[in-house]
């Protein structure tokens, strides 16, 4: 019986030691989350006026204007940015937007992809090591960006794709990442990059007449690439954020989940401590009588 407590007693100690760990993860987790959430939710609002404008500019756009990074073609090579984590641990995180992303392939590229015209352009170790391991074309330049989160590098990266894109080496680019709701609660997208679309138009209002200054392929030239760093910059944004939302919730329910544990196996502890104290008692009680007699 002493081996069975010792082995309960050894389990409760791993438990505890583990609880610690998640305890401390949950902490770090929600001050990083923070500093995340406040990024994001600054960029949010600039972000999505930039892509309005964007999106009207292209509209308005004359038939002389060159709008190379707007130029729909028949689709024959894709590439896909995909938005992931470099650690784990927090849930089902990663393997849901791994997940999107093969059922992005299948659902509207699955020719291409039996072709072999489908590139990944992973940012975030998970994704680059899963699509690396499973023989997907990987551009493997830029899935370390989280290592130092700053504009400079994911513009080094939508530079990429927007250069391959003009250069014709791709005719379509998606962007797969998880947009921050809270703490608790994410939202996986697959969203389209390039080529940039034009403003949806359903209420038949005649398109806007602009005033260009300077000259409108001189702006358009100049104002695009830059509005399209920001939109994959504010995608990255929020999957850092979204990361460490649910790793925070990943580690809470993990802490709970190690005080349930611990509480069934002091009850475990506590049995098999009263049984061996009853064989004992007994064991004496017996050999007193047998004293006796």
Same mark, same amino acid.
């Given at each position: 019986m002493s081996g069975a407590l010792k082995e309960v007693r050894n389990r409760i100690k791993s438990v505890q030691s583990t609880q610690q760990i998640t305890k401390a993860m949950k902490m770090v987790s929600a001050a990083k989350l923070r500093r995340a959430q406040d990024a994001i939710t600054q960029m949010r609002p600039y972000a999505q006026k930039l892509q309005e404008m964007l999106s009207n500019?292209?509209?308005?756009?004359?038939?002389?204007?060159?709008?190379?990074?707007? /130029?729909?073609?028949?689709?024959?090579?894709?590439?896909?940015?995909?938005?992931?984590?470099?650690?784990?641990l927090c849930g089902g995180y990663n393997s849901n937007l791994i997940k999107l992303t093969k059922q992005t392939i299948k659902d509207k590229y699955s020719s291409q992809f039996n072709k072999g015209n489908v590139?990944?352009?992973?940012?975030?170790?998970?994704?680059?090591?899963?699509?690396?391991?499973?023989?997907?074309?990987?551009?493997?330049?830029?899935?370390?960006?989280?290592?130092?989160?700053?504009?400079?590098r994911v513009q080094a990266a939508?530079?990429?794709? *927007?250069?391959?894109?003009?250069?014709?080496?791709?005719? #379509? @680019?998606?962007?797969?990442?998880?947009?921050?709701?809270?703490? #608790?609660?994410? @939202?996986?997208? /697959?969203e389209h990059f390039l080529p940039v679309q034009k403003a949806a138009n359903t209420t038949g209002e005649k398109k806007a007449d602009f005033i260009f200054e300077p000259e409108q392929d001189v702006l358009i030239a100049e104002l695009m690439p830059k509005i399209l760093n920001t939109q994959l910059y504010k995608a990255v944004l929020?999957?850092? /954020?979204?990361?460490?939302?649910?790793? *925070?919730?990943? *580690?809470?329910?993990? =802490?709970?989940?190690?005080?349930?544990?611990?509480? =069934?196996?002091?009850?475990?502890?506590?049995?098999?401590?009263?049984? #061996?104290?009853?064989?004992?008692?007994?064991?004496?009680?017996?050999? #007193?009588a047998a004293l006796q007699g």
């Open positions: 500019i292209v509209s308005a756009g004359e038939g002389n204007v060159s709008l190379n990074l707007a /130029a729909e073609r028949a689709i024959e090579k894709v590439l896909i940015i995909v938005v992931t984590s470099d650690r784990g590139q990944i352009l992973p940012i975030g170790k998970k994704g680059y090591e899963h699509f690396n391991k499973l023989g997907y074309k990987v551009v493997n330049a830029y899935w370390d960006i989280f290592a130092d989160l700053r504009f400079e939508a530079k990429f794709a *927007m250069d391959a894109f003009t250069a014709k080496e791709f005719d #379509a @680019v998606e962007v797969i990442y998880s947009e921050f709701k809270n703490a #608790a609660s994410q @939202v996986f997208i /697959a929020d999957a850092n /954020a979204s990361e460490h939302g649910a790793r *925070m919730t990943a *580690m809470d329910k993990a =802490s709970d989940n190690a005080n349930e544990l611990l509480k =069934s196996l002091k009850i475990t502890y506590n049995r098999a401590r009263q049984a #061996a104290i009853t064989t004992e008692l007994t064991e004496i009680v017996s050999g #007193a």
